[in-house]
């Protein structure tokens, strides 16, 4: 996709435009790097206004939300690394909106920084463990008015799967024979997708303020890949459970493979990964975790490695219009590998319960 240069020119940032490139590899925004001749480099973004009905609460919650954190890190080495900060326009805009209806930010760069798409050491997975945990900390004194829901319903798995049957039985693309045996298994788990939100009704898990997409390449790294610097694809931070952020770092952050592997064979998880992760995320939400929360933890690797199957298969059949594909079997096979990957979790779910609540015991309490 070729980026107009007027669209770059319209934000606080440099005026000479050497190129705009893409950069990285998300399943839902358009990302490029702006390099100019007068100035360091830019990154802007394409909001994608399918996924994001209202970009304009996107930006609000970014904004606050980015500004609360420099607030705090700003002032550590390297603080102006270690959040996104928004490049307003020069109407002192969060975002433009382009006269083809399209809406775009720019942020300034990080530094170069490396991100996984798969770990390698118990190390490295505790420092993910532990980035996301401070990331929940630091946010939950931000001030009133409640963060929007950029997305309504993102992790409420019992629509997520209602809304599965409901496409799967109207097979707008007839693919549905291809998808049978997936579409069963999903249904098999009806009984346990409203298990987190029936102990919220009830009081025993709060709601707080947290990422909702902590994908393991959502989190940057520094360049020799050691030390954590920045968390990334704020577009969903808003009010939510815990779980959905410990959830979906088990399922990226533990895996073996990548999230579309089709050799099911090859999928699987890492107990010393589970180890390091959890490690990482309990020390550092000792200070406001509750015992419920924790005692949830480990299934909620189970509900978030489910749900985002669910939503990859309604996506297959609805023709894929939600994540970007690469071939037309790409959703359905993510699908397949995701649960297969909830099938292996699920055999393991008392061990890593156990394992959870020991380290939860464990644990000394840790300085932020
Ligand atoms: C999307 O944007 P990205 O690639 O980090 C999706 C997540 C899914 C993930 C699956 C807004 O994340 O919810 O878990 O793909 N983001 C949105 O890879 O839907
Ligand atoms: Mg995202």
């Not at 459970?241 to 592997?261: K, P, S």
Request: charged letters at 25%; aromatic letters at 8%; glycine letters at 4%.
């Amino acid at each position: 996709m070729e980026v107009d240069q007027k669209i770059a020119q319209q934000f606080e940032c440099p005026r000479e435009i050497r190129r705009i490139t893409p950069l990285g590899n998300g399943h839902i925004n358009d990302t490029f790097l702006v390099q100019f001749s007068d100035g360091p480099d830019h990154v802007l973004q394409r909001i994608n206004h399918f996924v994001f009905p209202r970009p304009e609460w996107v930006m609000d919650n970014i904004v606050r939300v980015t500004e609360h954190l420099q607030s705090k890190l700003g002032h550590l080495p390297n603080g102006h690394q270690r959040s996104l900060r928004v490049v307003h326009t020069r109407q002192a805009r969060s975002m433009h909106l382009d006269e083809k209806g399209q809406f775009w930010r720019m942020y300034h760069r990080l530094h170069p920084m490396q991100s996984y798409e798969q770990l390698q050491t118990p190390r490295q997975a505790y420092f993910v463990g532990r980035s996301f945990g401070e990331f929940q900390a630091l946010l939950a004194d931000l001030p009133l008015p409640r963060l929007h829901e950029t997305i309504a319903d993102f992790h409420h798995t019992p629509r997520r799967l209602a809304r599965l049957m409901h496409v799967a039985q109207a097979d707008p693309q007839r693919r549905r024979v291809s998808a049978q045996r997936e579409i069963e298994f999903a249904r098999e788990r009806q009984s346990r997708v409203e298990l987190l939100l029936d102990l919220q009704r009830r009081g025993d898990i709060p709601e707080r303020i947290t990422h909702n997409d902590t994908k393991l390449n959502n989190l940057m790294f520094d360049e020799a890949g050691n030390e954590p610097m920045c968390v990334l694809d704020l577009d969903t931070v808003m009010p939510g459970l815990v779980h959905y952020d410990f959830g979906d770092m088990i399922r990226t952050g533990c895996a073996t493979c990548a999230e579309d592997e089709e050799d099911l064979d090859l999928v699987d998880f890492d107990l010393e990964l589970f180890r390091g992760i959890s490690r990482g995320y309990l020390e550092a939400g000792h200070s406001f975790l509750n015992q419920t929360e924790v005692e949830q933890l480990a299934f909620s690797a189970i509900l978030m490695t489910l749900e985002v199957g669910i939503r990859f298969l309604t996506d297959y059949l609805e023709g894929d219009l939600y994540f970007k594909v690469h071939h037309p079997e790409h959703n359905l096979q993510r699908a397949r590998s995701q649960f297969q990957l909830v099938r292996r979790l699920e055999a393991a779910e008392a061990e890593l319960h156990d394992l959870v609540m020991q380290t939860w015991t464990n644990q000394p309490a840790a300085a932020l």
